[in-house]
């Protein structure tokens, strides 16, 4: 299969329980090339966990997970290494390590991989430049804000350019302005870079956000976002609703808002 | 199965040599002046318990025999390991316990190194390696403070004390004095990393689990010094 043209992840009847408690049941899904699929649902009916399953973090009881048209359900630890590198996770409080600087932090993943201090240090100044944090580079975790720690962990899934990100609830409990910047992020990664990923967010202002606007460079050479103009725009952000461990949507921003479903509506509200 | 991986991890690429070091230092250098006060006043107060006994008897002279074998066979290994425990081996849990709740861990993982090899093989090799040396320098300690007490309160010759003690130690007590400290910090290792990666519900489940190894961690420790006794006096008793 052309690489181009192979789903960046897929579910198929993905099962997960934790003792008695059904997480997931038989959820089925497929997060396109250069797509976001954003994740919505209450809290606990297995949004964060979704996202481990897809970086093998947890294995399903059934059903499979395919990340770049790989079946890793069963992959060990050690063949998981190999494709977690084609992944960047962004965890709900950024999960910085304490005990390193943004500088370490970011450049984490190069320094495990034996790269040389030059390269790291030119690659975390350039992402740290793209997340708009080039000041904070000495840092340590705890210098930092709630915007920021998000941020920095942002820059830290950048690093080796991932195909595919993975974003844990990244606005939650922040400011409106702040969230607003992690999602111009995210729309900048989609729209420019052609990054494929799974958005878990419950504020619909993010989802709004990614569904109807989208991150260009303009006549003068800057970035620029601006609302969708034609349908294949909308296009490149996807739906999808979990209650219960189950699909109850799947669509993308229109279908979600003029959706008859009372959960739906008044999770909208 | 956690012993296993975290030895594999260093015959694999990358191996974590200075992460070892640090936990070394950090392990080892930190928990050296603890050692040493409570070695000086274990021994000096064996000499003291001891002193007025074996007076009783005519036998004061005997009084460092008795110092160095309570020491180098028990209590320099066990008090070694139980201030380990209580020092480093918490230390371990709460790191590793913060970092599982606050999915450093998962991030770690996520990132493409196996928290096994980076966190749990270097502490567990600065266990293995810094619980004997610092158990020696407790006896070495506790042996002088024996001596402190032995000369000052009771008036025993230098020589008498030292010639005692060099009377009381044979290769078996070394042997011993050496294999219970090596055990001792394996079992530290063991117990105080698989209880920090096993660390669930947030800050209050990092002081369960604190608590947890340390207990589990001292309770294992007296539990194996017992068998490794009876399997030092066998190998001694083996013509």
Redesign the interface.
Known sequence: MPEDSRNAIEFRDVVLTFGPQVILDGVSFVVRPGETKILMGGSGTGKSTTLKLVLGLLKPDSGQILVDGEDVTHYKESQMMKVRQKIGMVFQDGALFDSLSVYQNVGYRLAEQGADEEEIEETVQRTLRFVNLEQAISKMPSELSGGMRRRVGIARALVGSPKIILYDEPTAGLDPPTARTICELAMKLRDLEGVSSIFVTHRIQDATSLAREHATIDDNGELAIVKNTRPEQNASTQFIVLRSGKIIFEGDGEALWSSTDPFIQKFLE | MLVARSFRGLTQ??VYVRETVTQMDIIGVGTLPITLLAGFFIGAVLALQTAKTLQSFGAQNFTGRLVATSLVRELGPVLTAILLAGRSGSGITAELG??KV???I?????????PIRKLVMPRMMALLLMAPVLTVFGDLVGVFGGWVIATTLLKLPTSVYLSSVHEALNYNDIFGGLLKPTVFGLIVAIVGCRSGLRTTGGTVGVGRSTTQSVVVSILLILISDFFLTKLVIALSSTP
Request: proline share 6%; glycine share 6%; charged share 30%.
């Open positions: 690429r990358p913060s970092m606050s999915e450093q998962d991030a770690m993982r996520a990132l493409g190194t196996d």
